[in-house]
């Protein structure tokens, strides 16, 4: 699949990047998509719910009321789950939810995710991807030049760059991660991929097979 390159203010270039097949034209693996998803959003889970038992709230002991002929039931703690200030009964205690995927579920789910992208056309290839300073000005006006300005974008830049992280910091609908970083569900939760040419290389060595 060919994809033109274009510049940061929308311009063609005039030339043309073949994606390569194994990255970009695989048959898409729908459950491996869904447990790799799973995994992203269960490792981002702090996991600190904690609702108190009956042996940690405070409350008395004491028997508060004579065994029988109340009518109602035996009762012996205020720290029963049935009297209102009583502990919870196997309430939520903090825990981690992540678990392991194995590295080929991890790539052929990335792979599928970039496939569905490809055949959608969603995919947009810059030349380069250069800000002198920190303008969240400036950014909006390269995702207006592509015509991405009501989509919202994940960004890949071959490395780390600073000027425009933190320029496409305040915006909600458009995210910016390095090549190494990318994910199945960052890439699924964007309606546009935009790739800097420099960060195909990464992504086809670190995916191909």
């Not at 496939?115 to 810059?126: D, G, M």
């Not at 305040?170 to 040419?197: C, P, W």
């Amino acid at each position: 699949m060919e994809v033109t390159v274009k510049q940061s203010s929308g311009k063609d270039t005039g030339r043309k990047v073949t994606l390569n097949p194994e990255v970009f034209g695989v048959e898409p693996n729908d459950h491996a998509i869904y447990l790799d998803v799973k995994q992203v959003l269960a490792n981002r889970r702090q996991g600190t719910h904690k609702s108190k038992q009956r042996n940690e709230v405070h409350g008395t002991t004491k028997k508060f009321k004579r065994q029988k002929g109340t009518g109602g039931a035996r009762a012996g703690s205020r720290k029963s789950p049935l009297f209102v200030g009583g502990g919870r009964v196997f309430g939520p205690t903090p825990r981690d939810y992540s678990f392991k995927l194995n590295k080929k579920v991890k790539r052929l789910a990335r792979v599928s995710a970039l496939s569905y992208k490809a055949k959608e056309n969603n995919i947009t290839v810059l030349d380069s991807l250069e800000m002198g300073a920190v303008k969240t000005k400036d950014y909006v006006n390269m995702l207006n030049g592509l015509a991405l300005n009501n989509k919202k974008t994940l960004v890949v830049l071959p490395e780390s760059n600073n000027n425009v992280y933190l320029s496409s910091r305040n915006l909600g609908h458009s995210k910016v991660v390095n090549a190494s970083d990318l994910n199945t569900y960052d890439i699924l939760n964007a309606q546009s991929l935009v790739l800097v040419e420099a960060s195909l290389p990464i992504i086809e060595k670190t995916l191909s097979k």
